[in-house]
């Protein structure tokens, strides 16, 4: 697998977008974000995307320059229309507009549809917590990208539905919760088939119900599906998930997981707390400051070498990417560069170059 720094990634995905008329400012954004989630570990939301989102600007469905329209708001809530922009763009500008009415509301809810892919969840309760506020943000699909099936049931239903909250503290980097409500999120099925290596046991199952670490079995034909997490307790994975849909979905007016939805992209639901309205800031970072550090007395099972916070082992990996570079499998670096070559650019000039 060639190996990369985070600035060649960056230049690269934005010199393919800018090549296909992407304002630079959009074409940065967008790149840093997904370089953002390669440095952190989910390469699933990582420059893997840049061959997809090529594919959907030619196809119309995502619109650069985009601009978001405000279709309803009080002074602490917001309902947004994107227009089907880039979903880091938008989705970044959305929780600036929860930020600050939560500045003088306390609490804010904002929701968004006809937004695209919008990445990396984490990365926007992170926004909140560099402004000393509690943040949470979930997404489904527009009702689409089906790959879980209900508790019991072996037919997609529901998209793996992700949540993510972040809170401050002093102590700690971030504090970022991103989990997805299915076993695992697509995109990392898909990095594990264009590395050409099967996936653990209890992620998926086949057309016919059955388990598989095959990863071409959740994509067919006929296709397979993400299991709800929580194994023998999946039930709760369902559930979260089937509540996120309706968060994300049915309240931005997106619409639900259904059968005849067909938009690639992201509804979004954000909540932000301004913490110094409830209590004093420092006072919240030291209780979760303390919290931590009483969670890490813990003794450990056998194996186990450290004991981590929600956020923590991304922290790590961003520190060791930053100074060792990105590996990227090799299919995917030849999918970019088929796109590279796709818009014209010049695949032998340095940023192409890998490190090792």
């Known amino acids: 697998m060639p190996i990369l720094t985070a600035n060649q990634l960056i230049n690269i995905g934005s010199d393919i977008f800018n090549a296909m008329g992407v304002?630079?400012?959009?074409?940065?954004?967008?790149s840093?974000?997904?370089?953002?989630?390669n440095l952190v570990g989910h390469d699933s939301h990582g420059v893997i995307r840049i061959p997809q989102y090529v594919k959907l600007i030619k196809n119309g469905n995502i619109i650069p320059g985009a601009k978001m329209q405000?279709?309803?708001?009080?002074?602490?809530?917001?309902?947004?229309?994107g227009n089907w922009g880039f979903g880091q763009v938008l989705g970044k500008k959305a929780m600036e507009i929860a930020i600050e009415k939560a500045r003088s509301k306390s609490v804010s809810t904002v929701t968004m549809r006809q937004s695209n892919h919008i990445a990396r969840l984490g990365e926007y309760p992170a926004i909140a917590v560099e402004n000393d506020m509690i943040g949470m943000t979930t997404v489904n699909n527009h009702g689409s990208a089906q790959y879980m099936p209900p508790w019991g049931g072996i037919e997609r239903r529901l998209s793996p539905n992700p949540l993510s909250i972040g809170v401050p503290s002093s102590k700690y980097p971030h504090v970022?919760?991103?989990?997805?409500?299915?076993?695992?999120?697509?995109g990392k099925v898909r990095v594990k088939l264009n590395r050409g290596e099967k996936l653990p046991e209890g992620w998926i199952i086949d057309s016919e119900g059955n388990p598989t670490t095959d990863p071409k079995d959740?994509?067919?034909?006929?296709?397979?599906?993400?299991?709800?997490?929580?194994g023998i307790a999946g039930h709760k994975g369902f559930g979260l998930g089937f509540m996120v849909d309706v968060l994300s979905g049915a309240l931005?007016?997106?619409?639900?997981?259904?059968?005849?939805?067909?938009?690639?992209?992201?509804?979004?639901?954000?909540?932000?707390?301004?913490?110094?309205?409830?209590?004093?800031?420092?006072?919240f970072?030291?209780?979760?400051?303390?919290?931590?550090?009483?969670?890490?007395?813990?003794?450990?099972?056998?194996?186990?070498?450290?004991?981590?916070?929600?956020?923590?082992?991304?922290?790590?990996e961003k520190e060791k990417r930053l100074k060792n570079g990105i590996y990227v499998e090799d299919e995917?670096?030849?999918?970019i560069v088929d796109s590279a070559k796709e818009v014209g650019l010049d695949t032998n000039e340095p940023n192409f170059k890998p490190i090792r």
């Open 332 to 335: 995917t670096w030849n999918q």
């Open 218 to 230: 959740l994509y067919g034909p006929p296709p397979g599906a993400i299991l709800p997490f929580g």
């Open 70 to 81: 405000i279709v309803k708001e009080t002074p602490s809530s917001a309902v947004i229309d």
């Open 23 to 30: 304002p630079s400012e959009e074409a940065i954004r967008v």
């Open 32 to 37: 840093e974000s997904l370089v953002g989630s």
């Open 285 to 316: 970072k030291s209780n979760v400051d303390e919290l931590i550090d009483y969670l890490k007395t813990s003794k450990k099972m056998k194996g186990v070498d450290e004991l981590y916070y929600p956020g923590e082992v991304e922290a790590k």
């Open 176 to 186: 970022v919760l991103d989990l997805t409500t299915a076993v695992v999120a697509e």
């Open 252 to 283: 931005s007016g997106a619409g639900c997981s259904r059968v005849d939805a067909d938009k690639f992209g992201n509804a979004v639901f954000i909540t932000v707390i301004n913490v110094s309205d409830f209590v004093p800031i420092e006072e």
